[in-house]
């Protein structure tokens, strides 16, 4: 702890894009200390210049490996790529995917390219918080083009992915039902709709079937039709298509007031999950420290969990007016 | 509505192991109407006979099909066996997977056998008091063996499967990698290992890596070693091993210590997901109504993510305060 240097003082690091800065800030978002709260309060106000791109996807539809060539493209046309993964089955995620994480060493010796993943463990709602303030990190520090990339299993998960101002859906030739089964309410967020594998000779089956799906929706007032674009990342084919759809989306909000409404719902979801994580951070608190009683009771069945989770609310709402 | 029969009519004959009016409960018990609360409470104090069995695994690991063949042979001994399915991907879900549903037909057409699919989509913890509360109707309904399915991806999808007296993680050859890497977490919380899809020749394998896992990790002072049993439903090989497993645990925790301790962890665990729901409700009321422009100005950068999360739960408090 000699060493510690104050997140306050990292901050004009971070702003001049020192990686070595911006990977300790984050690492300290990730770990929530108070200490960093007002430095990451002070980073949001300067943030909001990256187009944020949300990547997701069901587990075993090629994202990551998407991802990887769609970065090495943006690069290619100039931009500053950062990625922020959150997906335990990430190739860079630190796992076990050798293999790919070699593949992925290539941008990870280029300057323009940050890379980083995040635990998808821990409190409800901590991942969001933690990745949007990563987001916002590597925003300030000049990345033009930020993309998250969660698994698209789990509501928390899909809301991050909505919470950029592109959202893309990635469908892959060959899962079992099971996973496809899982897709079901992911497609309805998407901008633009990636089809992976598209090498594949069952690849056209399932752009068919997306686009008679998606045919069948009705779309909100949204003048935006997402497009279905087929990729390869084995041949390379689609990649450029997908980062030209990208862009026909960010310059069809751009001057519109879809931007701005775009802008208030992912305030609207930053500021609930927040509000959410500090309630929640102050009930597990207390419950660990005063409802050893409650639990006892409870599993006597003396007493049901209304009745029960009621009065250590009550009691949390009377301690909090004692000591405010 | 001119029909509706309110739910302290229907708690009789649910007793009484009606279907129908189980199936009625349960119903309420997911949409969460304030009707049915007072039922669910007065339930959950009658409740807590049944031996309840938590079964999970990552998609694809063939829980579903093992949860059928475990269901069949412990009707052979004679229990009445009722399944809490919280998993979009399984066959009973109402979901795409026609081989399989009509597979489990058989069980269905038996009356000792109860099999009830729930979304696993909805609000944070939501899920989870509603699988909980599905327990306990079919639980003082008679049913003395109930087995909760959750597909293990989700931390709350993991916590359902460890709320219950036997927790069985499903662990299945030939997954990817991608897949397998989701498990990361999730064989710790098991009792009994069960490994599927035993009759392919890879499963071999995959019973020694999982030996060899479970070797490395130290257990915590319980005294039980989690077995790992190789099962096929294909073959039918292993089930009864699985079913035996199984009731030695169930018997390893009857004397002991160990089940009232693991009551109440069940119990703390359930009063916490129960406070949370009746905060984040409330949050969440409060928030639709009351942030518009706290979201607004979070938008335009004026305000950061915890001061207005801050301002709104104050606002929430206040509100408390002045309406109690």
Redesign the interface.
């Known amino acids: 702890m000699t060493n510690f240097v104050p997140s306050a003082q990292l901050l004009p690091r971070v702003l001049a894009g020192d990686i070595a800065a911006i990977a300790r800030l984050i690492s300290r978002a990730e770990a929530d200390t108070p200490e960093v709260?007002t430095v990451?309060?002070?980073i949001?106000?300067?943030?909001?210049r990256a187009h944020v791109i949300g990547i997701t996807g069901v587990?075993?539809s090629g994202k990551s490996t998407l991802v990887g060539k769609l970065t090495s493209c943006l690069r290619r046309h100039g931009r500053r790529v950062a990625v922020v993964a959150i997906d335990?089955?990430s190739p860079y995620?630190g796992?076990?995917?050798l293999g790919d994480r070699v593949r992925m060493t290539e941008l990870t010796l280029d300057p323009g390219v940050y890379i980083r993943s995040m635990a998808s463990?821990?409190a409800?709602?901590g991942m969001a918080?933690a990745a949007?303030e990563a987001v916002d990190i590597l925003d300030v520090a000049g990345f033009d083009t930020v993309i998250i990339e969660t698994?698209g299993?789990?509501?928390?998960e899909v809301e991050i992915a909505k919470a950029s101002h592109t959202t893309i859906v990635v469908s892959a030739p060959g899962l079992?039902?099971?996973?496809?089964?899982?897709k079901?309410?992911l497609l309805e967020v998407a901008d633009v709709h990636a089809v992976s594998k598209c090498d594949r000779s069952d690849a056209n089956r399932t752009v068919t079937d997306l686009k008679q799906m998606l045919a069948l929706g009705v779309r909100a007032a949204d003048a935006w039709i997402a497009p279905v674009v087929a990729t390869s990342a084995y041949s390379g084919d689609g990649i450029d298509a997908l980062a030209s759809a990208i862009d026909a989306h960010r310059r069809a909000l751009a001057p519109s007031e879809a931007l701005?409404a775009r802008?208030?719902r992912?305030?609207?979801f930053?500021?609930?999950?927040?509000?959410?994580?500090?309630?929640?951070e102050e009930?597990?608190g207390w419950?660990a420290r005063h409802?050893a009683g409650?639990?006892?009771s409870?599993?006597a069945?003396?007493?049901?969990?209304?009745?029960?989770?009621?009065q250590?609310?009550d009691r949390l709402?009377e301690s909090?007016g004692t000591s405010p």
């Open positions: 709260r990451l309060c002070d949001y106000r300067r943030a909001g587990p075993g335990p089955s995620s796992g076990a995917i463990r821990g409800t709602g918080r949007l698994v299993v789990g509501q928390d079992g039902d099971e996973i496809q089964a899982l079901a309410g701005a802008r208030e992912i305030a609207g930053r500021l609930l999950k927040t509000a959410e994580n500090l309630l929640l009930l597990r419950t409802a409650l639990s006892a409870l599993a069945r003396e007493t049901d969990p209304y009745t029960g989770a009621q250590l609310i709402t909090r």
